[in-house]
């Protein structure tokens, strides 16, 4: 029998496309997925018409506008649907940079749908859920140890509403000493996740950004220059999405407290630093975990996400409520807590999600916090190898350093030697099975990709991925036009983006759409 | 759907064989007797190629011969063709004419190859009053006003022409002093605002690309500069479509290229020299605002010298204000912001930080250098 060749790198791939259309446009009057049954007569008899119950003004007075489709089609459109994806397990997905994405562990799953935890009601009494509440408490204790910091709420229910969490506490602080209405001023970096300076502003804070020094590193002159009697806090990443970390994080620190600002620190991606540095030790007065980042539960398109917020003590009673805490008998919740910023989403936090959390952490212990962390340095910096390897891939900023857990990459040699953009290797890279992210808007490093390979990829990946690029690179020096027209192979579609903000242009629900086009 | 066309046939002469630009006949010639090869045509003709596909249904107009109509018949168009030459050689007054012509019927969209000089011309003859392009062919391409490649260009008056929604910005129009250049000194002026199609990539452009319209970011700013605003004070507001977006907020006139002054009641003088601004301001208090402006990231020394090293002195580096799309900052690649203004001591004390204002209670600290 003869082998068969082995198979070629990058793989061979090609997408369903199904050209499916929108659910609405399928629906057919009359089709029906489930058919109610009447109201048997005995209940009529006893009850009579039960919607006459309803007050009137609850009452619809057309039927709602929903496709009318039979069970065999919603599945047939949704299986399609799910085929024009690439998903976290499909490919590999290293190229969501500042994402974190990992392996999510599929026996966690398990566990969080386990009818223990699935069929449990938050209004149930305490003494009823003393399991849940361990597991939050327990996992509160975990961060604390992680982070230096002295309390944790886990109410938030994604990245961002931790950092709104928080900036709800640094104006409860700042009112709690009579400087509420002075301190109106929040300073981040631009490199720091830009949901610090989204959530500040939508808290009513005005934002002042600070821009890198040559080296890339932010620019503490700049920072003495922004702080004031107004400054209410510092929300800064460490290392930032260039993969960077700030060597003179202390002295960031210390020159915001010297004005009176609190200083927050956005951990959401911690992955680089587990076990290695914590934010009480730079000095920070706050901070936040992504649960869905760090801590490998699934992100939010996929399920909801989590937070959590950490504290000094001296900030702890701003802490939103309930807080759950533990007699040394029995766990409760503490909902007597005068200076609280009350609540931030329904309910404790996102149960499913702290289990998932909680059992990752058990099943790695400290030990093997320390090494996700370093495992995925060590990929992070294999891959800066590879890809510097590459023809007109370049790494801006902090030149022959080492990055910590991912890298904001630049085309822009590339771009000016064969006129492809960024965004177009990604179509391009989709054709070949992978995703691929360029930065946040707008661009500051140019023609910008961020790549963030954390520890669950194999070596293998990571050079299937590099092939993958260099391919790319490749095709653009020698077909520029093969990278234009892309995808080829994949359902990706080309995006304008300069009608973005022009009404005539989106709808972002069907009635909408129909509204528009009549 | 009517597409204009005006080659610069000399655009881009200079460039091959050293001269530093193609301004006048003089260097012309003497590009010619080097050996120079008009690159025009051929930039032109990879723009307009990209628009076969719709020749049918395309009314072109365009120049007499070698301004647009010779390559336009050689591509297969049918071109209508407006004016004359006025000589055997083509000038900037055939540029300038053809452009009012266009402006008058009025076409779609005006394409015109060339380079800086030829995007005054154009300016000279239709200001802000038509939408214009420019295809990449001369020397000095500094303004804002053309395609990163000449397809592009193509690509972007096909697709206005096919109908798809292209916001438009004012593309700034500068040009390098020719005679400073070729004696090697760098020094532009700010000339104008030309109306382009724009589309993110395919831009040369002072700021990098942003998803939003710049409007709603203009708006943001100016309310932002209003709202701090008070009475008995004089603005002087500076050069540039930032600071015009503060005038109109508050319904007054501003020129474009000038230095204007406000109060919060009235549009005081508009277009001031150093010395209206030395008389109007003395003993007053007053505030300076400007934005960066000609690409290079300069903030005082370049096309705003009438807020020259007296008035800046005399109204303090406390009360000058800094605006700026935050895509202008990134534009400079971590590079400072720059001051020139001729007087070392006053350009020690505009450097270093500036709290700038990016949007509505949004601002950035930007290092200047002189």
Redesign the interface.
């Known amino acids: 029998m003869k082998r068969v060749s082995p198979k070629p790198m990058p793989r061979r791939f090609h997408q369903a496309s199904w050209d499916e259309p929108v659910i609405f446009e399928l629906s057919q009057p009359g089709a029906r997925g489930v058919l109610i049954p009447e109201v048997e007569a005995g209940i009529v008899q006893e009850v009579g018409d039960v919607a006459a119950g309803l007050p009137e003004g609850l009452r619809r007075k057309t039927p709602p506008a929903l496709p009318e489709m039979a069970q065999m089609h919603v599945l047939r459109h949704y299986a399609r649907l799910s085929q024009e994806n690439l998903g976290v397990d499909l490919n590999i997905d290293i190229g969501q940079g500042t994402c974190t994405m990992k392996y999510s562990p599929k026996v966690n799953d398990q566990l969080a749908r386990s009818p223990k935890l699935a069929d449990l009601h938050p209004l149930q009494d305490e003494s009823t859920v003393q399991g849940i509440l361990e597991v939050m408490w327990k996992l509160e204790q975990f961060l604390k140890e992680i982070s230096g910091m002295e309390r944790f709420s886990l109410q938030p229910g994604a990245g961002s509403a931790a950092i709104y969490t928080n900036v709800a506490m640094v104006r409860a602080y700042h009112e709690s000493h009579g400087e509420g209405a002075q301190r109106d001023q929040v300073i981040t970096t ?1 490199f720091s996740h830009p949901s610090n ?1 989204a959530c500040a ?1 939508v808290a009513g ?10 080296d890339g590193y932010p ?1 503490l ?3 003495q ?2 702080v004031s009697e107004r400054t209410a806090a510092l929300f800064i990443t460490n290392p930032e999405d260039t993969g960077i970390f700030n060597p003179r994080i202390e002295q960031f620190v210390e020159t915001v407290h010297a004005a009176g600002g609190l200083c927050v620190y956005d951990q959401a991606n911690a992955n680089g630093i587990l076990g290695i540095t914590r934010a009480r030790e730079a000095g920070f007065d706050m901070c936040h975990f992504n649960l869905h980042k760090t801590f490998s539960t699934p992100h939010g398109c996929g399920g909801p996400a989590a937070g959590a917020s950490g504290v000094r003590s001296e900030l702890a009673p701003f802490l939103p409520k309930p807080t759950v805490e533990f007699d040394g008998q029995r766990y409760f919740l503490d909902f007597d807590r005068p200076q609280s910023i009350g609540k931030i989403r329904p309910w404790y936090g996102v149960a499913q999600n702290i289990l998932k959390a909680y059992a990752w952490i058990m099943a790695l212990g400290a030990d093997g916090l320390r090494e996700a962390a370093e495992t995925a340095v060590l990929n992070n910096n294999y891959l800066l190898k590879k890809v510097l390897e590459i023809r007109g891939a370049s790494a801006p900023y902090a030149k022959g350093k080492r990055r910590i857990e991912q890298v904001r990459y630049s085309w822009e040699q590339l771009n000016q030697e064969t ?1 492809v ?1 960024s ?1 177009e290797i990604g179509f391009r890279a989709a054709d070949y099975g992978t995703h691929y992210w360029t930065s946040h ?4 490093v ?1 023609e910008p990709m961020t790549l963030e390979p954390t520890e669950s990829y194999s070596q293998a990946d990571l050079d299937e991925y590099a092939a993958i690029l260099k391919k790319i690179a490749d095709e653009a020096y020698a077909s520029p036009e093969t990278i234009h027209t892309a995808p080829h192979n994949s359902t990706g579609h080309k995006i ?7 009404p ?2 989106w709808a972002v629900t069907w009635r909408a759409y129909l509204r528009k086009t009549k | 759907m009517t597409l204009g066309l005006i080659i610069n046939p000399v655009a881009g002469i200079g460039g091959r064989v050293g001269l530093k630009g193609s301004d006048t006949e003089a260097i012309q010639r003497e590009a010619l007797r080097r050996g120079a090869e008009p690159q025009a045509q051929l930039r032109t003709a990879q723009a307009l190629e990209v628009m076969l596909p719709m020749k049918e249904r395309l009314e072109l107009v365009t120049a007499p011969g070698a301004m647009g109509e010779d390559l336009a018949r050689r591509l297969g168009f049918s071109p209508r063709v407006v004016g004359k030459l006025e000589g055997e050689t083509t000038s900037a007054g055939d540029t300038v004419n053809a452009a009012i012509e266009m402006a008058r019927l009025p076409v779609a969209l005006l394409l015109f190859a060339g380079g800086d000089g030829t995007a005054r011309d154009i300016f000279t003859a239709v200001g802000t009053n038509l939408s214009v392009l420019g295809i990449p062919a001369g020397v000095k391409i500094h303004s804002a006003v053309f395609a990163t490649h000449p397809r592009n260009a193509g690509e972007i008056a096909a697709a206005t022409l096919g109908g798809e929604r292209i916001n438009l910005r004012e593309g700034e129009v500068v040009d390098l002093d020719e005679e400073a250049y070729r004696e090697g000194k760098v020094a532009t002026r700010l000339y104008g605002y030309l109306s382009v199609p724009y589309r993110p990539h395919m831009l040369q452009n002072r700021k990098a690309p942003s998803l939003a319209a710049d409007s709603a970011r203009l708006e943001a700013i100016a309310a932002a500069v209003n709202e701090a605003m008070e009475a008995g004070w004089s603005y002087v507001l500076g050069p540039g479509t930032t600071t015009r977006a503060i005038a109109d907020r508050l319904g007054f006139p501003k020129t474009l290229v000038g230095v204007d002054v406000y109060t919060c009641e009235t549009a005081v003088e508009l277009d001031v020299s150093e010395g209206r601004l030395l008389e109007l301001l003395k003993d007053k208090p007053a505030k300076i605002i400007v934005t960066p402006i000609g690409g290079q990231g300069f903030i005082f020394g370049r096309g705003n010298q009438q807020i020259s090293p007296k008035v800046l002195h005399m109204v303090g580096r406390e009360n000058i204000l800094v605006v700026s799309l935050v895509e202008k900052l990134n534009a400079l690649q971590g590079e400072p912001l720059l001051v020139d203004t001729g007087d070392p001591d006053v350009d020690a004390m505009l450097a270093g930080y500036w709290n700038i204002i990016v949007g509505y209670r949004e601002r950035v600290v930007y290092r200047a250098a002189s």
């Open positions: 631009i300076a502003k804070y005005e934002i002042i950004t600070i821009y890198p020094d040559a620019d002159g700049a920072l220059a922004a006129g953009h965004e808007h707008p661009y500051v140019p304008h983006h300069a009608p973005f903000d022009h005539d242009e």
